[in-house]
């Protein structure tokens, strides 16, 4: 079967130059490669490369539209699109391959995405909940045994997602009403709506700089329009969502149990910027088989914080009390840099979990191998 790739370019000529340079000392020879080259500025669109097939636009498509377009060219069977600050390593591409062709249910394949930035994962799949889009395995070390194998997901990113060109065309491509983010989420959603999976592919790694950097010509330039997708996203998929988080949250939750004695009362911090937790503490008193003595909100305002200091948030006389803590938080690593009241408290089974699944032990979090 032929096969093509299709890369939104929008701009950063030496971004997209590194880029190219690793896809081709990763890639197989015979792979067609398209890059969809588009902005009203057009020094950035002066490109041109030996090897690969350069379409040209002098105006800002935007992701969906530039994508539909390099599939509509590509004369490959099976297509994969490709962020231009996708960084791939070796064996990704067969990887993913090997993964789709493998079994006819599925649809789609993406790679396990590494943060730049911290060597830790970015992404591995995306799992849905009454109150947002969870991103499973985010911030886990890639030596983590959760983050080992292949799995079936509800959604992926499309910064790496490989398909077949008479699927894609049959739903329809990526809705181009969602310019700016979710028309990923929105295609695989459309693929579980007719039968197939979707599936993280574990051997398949790529480095993806997006939304670690604020230089991406991306996200500067039309961050204005994450909003407008979004709602789109939600307004057309709410009755397509299965609220599947917990099938990941079970998984990671048993793994914790099989290694850690849990006591059977815990005080629950909510620490996350979430207006409602109702969900995720009946979740984890269910599953870690546990009570509260009592729950305790603190307003956090920032969503998705990377640095929370505890005592900023929770009075300090917590800090001597003798009573375990669950800490419900955005991000677990947001608590790494805590050391004195860690020093201060007996951790020993004071546990941390996050909203997209993670469950680590402080200690484990202290001493970084998680």
Not at 161 to 184: A, H
Request: proline share 3%; glycine share 4%.
């Amino acid at each position: 079967m032929k096969q093509s790739i299709i890369i939104p370019y929008y701009k950063n000529k030496q971004e997209l130059l590194f880029s190219l340079n690793l896809l081709h000392k990763y890639l197989p020879k015979d792979v067609e490669v398209i890059i969809v080259a588009n902005n009203p500025n057009t020094d950035e669109i002066d490109i041109s490369f030996e090897d690969y097939i350069v379409l040209k636009f002098p105006c800002a498509l935007l992701y969906s539209k530039a994508a539909n377009i390099g599939v509509k060219y590509a004369s490959g069977d099976i297509i994969t699109l490709l962020d231009q600050d996708i960084f791939v390593t070796n064996n990704w591409y067969e990887s993913l391959l090997n993964k789709l062709l493998s079994d006819s249910n599925i649809g789609a394949v993406s790679s396990k995405m590494i943060n730049p930035t911290n060597n830790r994962i970015l992404e591995y799949g995306i799992e849905y909940t009454p109150y947002n889009s969870a991103h499973i395995g985010k911030d886990l070390s890639q030596k983590s045994p959760l983050v080992k194998n292949d799995i079936c997901v509800s959604s992926a990113c499309g910064g790496v997602l490989m398909t077949y060109k008479s699927l894609y065309t049959k739903l329809g491509g990526m809705d181009e009403d969602m310019p700016y983010i979710c028309c990923d989420c929105d295609y695989t959603l459309k693929l579980w709506e007719c039968g197939k999976q979707v599936w993280v592919v574990a051997d398949s790694v790529v480095y993806h700089k997006s939304f670690t950097s604020k230089a991406s010509g991306k996200i500067s330039d039309f961050s204005f329009l994450e909003h407008d997708s979004r709602w789109k996203f939600y307004q057309k998929n709410s009755n397509r969502m299965r609220y599947s988080l917990n099938e990941w949250m079970n998984y990671t939750f048993q793994y914790y149990l099989s290694n850690h004695n849990v006591p059977r009362k815990y005080i629950l911090l909510n620490l996350t910027s979430y207006h409602n937790i109702d969900w995720y503490s009946s979740f984890i008193k269910t599953t870690l088989c546990i009570d509260f003595y009592d729950i305790y909100n603190f307003t956090v305002k920032e969503r998705n914080s990377s640095n929370l200091q505890l005592y900023d948030y929770v009075p300090y006389d917590f800090v001597t009390l003798h009573t375990p803590f669950i800490y419900l938080v955005d991000s677990f690593l947001a608590l790494q840099n805590n050391a004195f009241w860690f020093i201060m408290r007996n951790t020993e089974n004071d546990i941390i979990i996050d909203i997209n699944g993670a469950i680590c032990s402080i200690n484990e979090l202290v001493k970084g191998i998680y």
